[in-house]
């Protein structure tokens, strides 16, 4: 989609970071398209034509820039100014389903046809669902060439090309060079990877502010031994792909807007399927700095969010874990929460023996394990068993799906048909899984006590109504509302770590 070069004139002179993703220049006098930030001699306004996706501005012919390298920038949420449609398209082409599939494969996902897709992508991002796979196809290879020194082969692949041939073609197209030429002319001094023991490291960007501490503290608080495990700036899990087993660790830097993802897997080609989940779960492509300014027109979440900037939504990465965490979880303590189910994942998960981090020895179960599993004698209640093997039958079923071909509102109906999964589970759930930015528990107890004005006791249905003036980021007042509780509660581990308690169900 083609922009107004007025309305972003003034970012682009000050190179701001804000912008960064969110706007791509071509440069009509070099045919080279390239970040906000990008550090060569700003050409002249006339020269210039802004587009709000790197796919628009390879369809009219623009070329990345080999300096600011569009590829690392950190990208849009996909439902930022979206249709629900094309925002729930866009997480599935980023999972890689237009690598192998059709368009008329996504569309019938959605329950659209493909027709209609297309012109919605049309309408809404001035490309067509092909281009943007296309493009990103082409970004996440040149990330890799760049970034790690895996044979060319196994980089074409990774990236979702169909072959070695078109993988060369494509960027000699656009390049102008071979894969291989474009990597001796980074003079790289990443050693030549020999095995895949030590990984595959590949940095991914962010943009200013992001309380990523307060988020590792989340996590920590949440980490289930075996499974997960956070020591300082670290994050660590095991993960389960295609029936292969691995790991990943994301560790955050002070120094950079960035966090470098190191990926242990024997399948490379699952690459990209891990590093789009990885964004998503840390919320990389979060706006910050838009979402607060449209928040703090509340006048009682200003001086939270001036308190806490670069409040972020933490969501999981598995979502069926975080799910049956969710039904455990319910009226009990987070701590009693852990115990219980980190008791399910080392009786029933499946043993992991890898090369990274020590602490992570489990998988957590699949859904077809804990569909037929008894959960007797873990300390888990009749009730809450009996939820947990519903969900995970529902799963196996793919009468609930997390990987968004299923819209939140139908996925909330459907999981709270499940005997023991009321609205503030569901809530959580889709707050955690869906990557929904307005899902919204009302019913929880710490926040009707946040939300409330001095002096002021909200009932469930009264904060809801208020949430109104906060959509489309309900989600992200929760995040802030939570944290802000814990700091003015003096919680004795820090003002952070007693964030989020997960109160009662309904």
């Known amino acids: 989609m083609l922009l107004n070069p007025d309305d972003f004139e003034q970012a682009r002179q000050a190179r701001d970071p804000h912008f960064d993703g969110r706007v791509?220049?071509?440069?009509?006098?070099?045919?080279?398209?390239?970040?906000?930030?990008?550090?060569?001699?700003?050409?002249?306004?006339?020269?210039?034509?802004?587009?709000?996706?790197?796919?628009?501005?390879?369809?009219?012919?623009?070329?990345?820039?080999?300096?600011?390298?569009?590829?690392?920038?950190?990208?849009?949420?996909?439902?930022?100014?979206?249709?629900?449609?094309v925002s729930r398209a866009l997480q599935l082409i980023a999972r890689g389903v237009l690598d192998e599939g059709s368009v008329e494969e996504l569309a019938a996902q959605l329950g659209v046809g493909a027709r209609q897709l297309t012109?919605?992508?049309?309408?809404?991002?001035?490309?067509?669902?092909?281009?943007?796979?296309?493009?990103?196809?082409?970004?996440?290879?040149?990330?890799?060439?760049?970034?790690?020194?895996?044979?060319?082969?196994?980089?074409?692949f990774a990236a979702g090309f169909s072959s070695v041939r078109r993988f060369n073609a494509v960027f000699q197209q656009i390049y102008g060079r071979t894969p291989l030429s474009l990597r001796r002319q980074e003079k790289s001094t990443i050693p030549m990877q020999q095995s895949n023991a030590h990984g595959v490291q590949i940095r991914l960007s962010y943009r200013p502010p992001f309380d990523w501490r307060a988020m590792l503290i989340y996590l920590a608080m949440r980490a289930i031994p075996g499974v997960e495990h956070v020591s300082g700036y670290t994050y660590s899990r095991t993960i389960m792909l295609n029936g292969e087993a691995g790991e990943l660790s994301v560790q955050f830097s002070d120094v950079s807007h960035s966090l470098l993802l190191t990926i242990r897997t024997g399948q490379t080609r699952a690459l990209?399927?891990?590093?789009?989940?990885?964004?998503?779960?840390?919320?990389?492509?979060?706006?910050?700095?838009?979402?607060?300014?449209?928040?703090?027109?509340?006048?009682?979440?200003?001086?939270?969010?001036?308190?806490?900037?670069?409040?972020?939504?933490?969501?999981?990465?598995?979502?069926?874990?975080?799910?049956?965490?969710?039904?455990?979880?319910?009226?009990?303590?987070?701590?009693?929460?852990?115990?219980?189910?980190?008791?399910?994942?080392?009786?029933?998960?499946?043993?992991?023996?890898?090369?990274?981090n020590p602490a992570l020895n489990r998988i957590f179960p699949a859904p077809i394990v804990l569909a037929e599993a008894s959960l007797s004698g873990l300390g888990?209640?009749?009730?809450?068993?009996?939820?947990?093997?519903?969900?995970?039958?529902?799963?196996?079923?793919?009468?609930?799906?997390?990987?968004?071909?299923?819209?939140?509102?139908?996925?909330?109906?459907?999981?709270?048909?499940?005997?023991?999964?009321?609205?503030?589970?569901?809530?959580?759930?889709?707050?955690?899984?869906?990557?929904?930015?307005?899902?919204?528990?009302?019913?929880?107890?710490?926040?009707?006590r946040a939300a409330a004005l001095p002096r002021e006791v909200l009932t469930p249905a009264q904060l809801l109504l208020r949430s109104e003036r906060w959509r489309p980021w309900r989600a992200y007042v929760v995040m802030l509302l939570w944290r802000h509780y814990a700091a003015i509660a003096n919680s004795p581990a820090s003002t952070i770590s007693a964030m989020i308690k997960e109160e009662c169900n309904s």
């Open 272 to 356: 990209q399927q891990i590093v789009e989940r990885v964004r998503v779960m840390f919320d990389l492509r979060a706006v910050s700095s838009e979402i607060e300014i449209f928040l703090a027109g509340d006048p009682h979440l200003l001086p939270i969010i001036a308190a806490h900037p670069g409040i972020r939504v933490p969501v999981a990465w598995d979502s069926f874990e975080v799910a049956v965490r969710a039904i455990v979880g319910q009226q009990v303590s987070v701590k009693g929460a852990t115990t219980l189910v980190s008791r399910l994942a080392l009786v029933y998960g499946e043993p992991y023996s890898g090369q990274g």
């Open 119 to 156: 012109r919605l992508f049309d309408q809404h991002l001035g490309v067509a669902p092909a281009a943007v796979a296309k493009t990103q196809r082409l970004h996440f290879a040149k990330k890799l060439i760049d970034e790690t020194r895996m044979p060319m082969s196994e980089v074409c």
């Open 24 to 85: 791509f220049i071509g440069v009509v006098t070099t045919g080279i398209y390239c970040r906000p930030v990008c550090p060569v001699r700003l050409p002249r306004k006339e020269n210039i034509r802004l587009y709000s996706t790197a796919a628009a501005a390879a369809e009219a012919g623009f070329r990345p820039c080999l300096r600011c390298r569009p590829e690392s920038s950190p990208g849009t949420p996909a439902w930022m100014g979206s249709s629900h449609t």
């Open 380 to 448: 888990i209640t009749t009730r809450r068993i009996s939820a947990i093997r519903e969900l995970a039958s529902a799963v196996c079923a793919e009468e609930l799906r997390f990987d968004g071909s299923m819209d939140a509102p139908t996925f909330l109906e459907r999981i709270v048909r499940i005997s023991g999964i009321g609205p503030w589970t569901a809530q959580y759930i889709a707050l955690r899984a869906l990557n929904d930015p307005d899902a919204f528990p009302h019913a929880d107890l710490i926040l009707l």
